[in-house]
Structure formats: structure tokens, C-alpha cells
């Protein structure tokens, strides 16, 4: 595996559990980092049983050189085009099976890369011409999240500047997710749920005050948005349990923000599109046994968020109903999920020709 986010870090969030599940008696695993920060995710890493390789201060030929030494039969980028990544490496073929994975939510449109990680809702088979790779097609979500901690302290409402009483909309994703198309849906929720607010991530101050300037061109308090800061992960988690409906956005779901609004008992509510990053919660709603919380248009995503909100005997039974599945759900069963990946990959080299 090679990636610079060996850290706190979604994809190190997502991905410990797996390094730690391992058959080590199956799989030598060898970590490539070339991260510009160490912190407690790096440390769980290097004490995984895996052999870590720290690669920073290596170019990319003494990289390929170092990776080739060490006679790997798969090569798995967890980082695709995203920041500090070392796609060159790859180029060079350190291995014979090149994957995509995990970091970057889509095809890297490259021939040097053999096989992207996927299931069929994230790419249905119709869509599969629009990949450069291969698909691998996982029996459960691709993106697996184990049964994180969740803070047992007291937490209410006021903490968070929200109301006592009014239905809580939220959306943890990042504000740059967020465009009109869902945004005009939002505020008319707002205008149409009296002592309704929208709870919402705060990413930047600019952003902030570019979506309350965008509630107002909309005839909506922007009062009624409530901005919220990053918390450590346990705390987080935990305050989903304040909110009613996650509402997600349409063109780059939740990820790891979905889990999290999911194994914090809070339902989430989906558009699916045609793209990588428009199918992420679809596949783990469906996995969790919540698809009646995907939606297929803009119309009925509003109408079925206006339905959740006005009859309080619905959302009591999605709330229910997650709490039952999540427990028991392949979702958040990383030993499962970690099983099914080595099976994928000895398939792999069994019928690879070298």
C-alpha cells in the first residue's frame, strides 16, 4: 500500500482496522509512506504487523527500486490524484497488479494502473466502459468502517447553539460539496418546517458567510443555519445523535461522513447519480437495509426529507431500524470486510499471468 495519509486522515480512519485484521501467516503487507506528518494512526500502523517503509526522502526511482526489491505481487495506490500523491511511482510498474483504491473516488484514467476497488452500486456494469481499470467487485461496500468509539459524555442541544425543539437538517460534508441544486432544496425545507434549521460543517469563514448570503437571496434567516467545528472523532460521532436527518449532497456524497452519520444512529438521506462519488451512500445505505433513503430525482429527494420532517412516527422507524441493522450490518464488520479483500486478492494473483 502506498499513500502519504498513513495519519489521521479519513483514508487511515477507514483503513487501520484492515492492516491490524490481516492474516499475517497469508500476507506479507508493506506500508509505503510518504506522508509529511506522524501522529497515534502512524504509530497503530507501524505496530500492525505490517512492515512500514517510510519513502519521503526517496525519489521515485529509489522508490520503485526499494518496492521492486521487496518482490511485490500487488501494488495498491491509496491516493489517486489527490494532494501529495506519487502516481509517477506507478509508471514504473513496481508491481505486476497495480490497484486504485480508497483515496480517490473515481478512475485514474491511466493504463498503468490494472484494477480499481468498486461493488455494483458504485459502478453498475452499464458504467464500466467509463473505467480505465478493471473492476474488482466487492460482495459488501468497498469502503468499510469498523464500530468506532463513541463518546458516552452528556451532550444536548444547547451545546451546539441548536434549539430545544425544530426539526435538525444536517450536513457534516464539506461546504464545497454543497451547490444550488441542493442548497434551493434546503431552504425550501427551512421555509416549509417552521422552527427548522439546517446544522452544517464549517469548513472556512469565506464559506460560511457565502452559504448565509445564499440563504438570504433565498428569504431564509440565515440564522437558521447553525455552523458547527471539526471534534475529535469519538465527539463527533457522538453528536449525530442530536440531529434528525442527514441530509446528503448530490454530485460528491458523504463518505466516511456518511458511516459516521449512520454508526451515530442518524439516517441519512440520498440522491444517487451516475458517477463514483454520486453512488457513495447508496452503497451503504443499501448495505445497511435503509434503500428506501435513496432517492432517484431532485423532487423526490425533497418530498421525501418534507415527509420525514412533518411525521415524526416515520423518522421514529428509520432511527429504529438503523439502530437494529447497524449492529449486525457487513457495513461496519471489518473482519468480514477484510476476509473478502484477501479473497480478491489471491484470486487475483491465482489467475494473474506473469
Not at 202 to 213: F, G, H, R, V, Y
Not at 244 to 256: C, E, K, R, W, Y
Not at 285 to 313: M, R, V
Request: glycine share 4%; proline share 4%.
Amino acid at each position: 500500500y502506498f499513500s502519504a495519509d498513513f495519519h489521521d486522515h479519513p483514508v487511515m480512519q477507514l483503513f487501520a482496522p484492515i492492516l491490524e485484521l490481516y492474516d499475517k501467516s497469508k500476507f506479507k503487507i508493506y506500508l509505503y509512506s510518504f506522508g509529511l506528518k506522524e501522529d497515534e494512526y502512524t504509530e497503530k500502523a507501524k505496530k500492525s504487523g505490517c512492515i512500514f517503509r517510510n519513502i519521503t526522502k526517496l525519489n521515485d526511482i529509489e522508490a520503485v527500486e526499494l518496492a521492486r526489491s521487496d518482490k511485490l505481487d500487488i501494488a495498491v495506490d491509496l491516493m489517486g490524484y489527490t494532494k501529495y500523491n506519487r502516481m509517477p511511482i506507478f509508471s514504473y510498474r513496481v508491481a505486476p497488479i497495480q490497484i486504485n483504491y480508497l483515496g480517490y473516488p473515481g478512475s485514474v484514467g491511466s493504463d498503468t494502473i490494472d484494477y480499481i476497488i468498486a461493488d455494483n452500486i458504485i459502478i453498475p456494469r452499464e458504467n464500466e466502459k467509463y473505467y480505465s481499470e478493471k473492476i474488482i467487485r466487492m460482495p459488501n461496500c468497498p469502503f468499510n468502517d469498523n464500530k468506532k468509539e463513541i463518546s458516552k459524555e452528556s451532550i444536548f442541544r444547547k451545546d451546539f447553539n441548536l434549539p430545544d425543539n425544530g426539526f435538525i437538517f444536517t450536513c457534516f460534508n464539506n461546504n464545497y460539496k454543497i451547490t444550488t441544486k441542493e442548497f434551493n432544496i434546503w431552504m425550501n425545507l427551512l421555509l416549509q418546517i417552521e422552527g427548522s434549521v439546517l446544522w452544517l460543517y464549517k469548513s472556512n469563514q469565506l464559506a460560511m458567510n457565502n452559504l448565509c448570503k445564499e440563504a438570504r437571496k433565498r428569504k431564509v434567516d440565515p440564522d437558521r443555519l447553525i455552523f458547527t467545528n471539526k471534534l475529535p472523532l469519538n465527539k463527533h460521532i457522538a453528536r449525530h445523535s442530536l440531529g434528525d436527518l442527514a441530509l446528503d449532497t448530490f454530485n460528491f456524497n458523504g463518505g466516511s461522513t456518511t458511516s459516521y452519520a449512520l454508526w451515530g444512529g442518524l439516517p441519512v438521506l440520498t440522491k444517487i447519480g451516475q458517477s463514483f462519488t454520486s453512488r457513495l451512500s447508496a452503497s451503504r445505505l443499501s448495505l445497511i437495509g435503509l434503500s428506501e433513503l435513496i432517492t432517484y430525482s431532485e423532487s423526490e429527494y425533497e418530498e421525501k426529507a418534507l415527509h420525514i420532517a412533518q411525521n415524526p412516527d416515520e423518522l421514529l422507524r428509520l432511527k429504529s431500524k438503523l439502530d437494529r441493522s447497524k449492529e449486525t450490518s457487513p457495513l461496519f464488520n471489518s473482519e468480514l470486510f477484510t476476509r473478502d479483500l484477501e479473497t480478491k486478492y489471491i484470486e487475483l494473483v491465482n489467475s494473474h499471468i506473469f
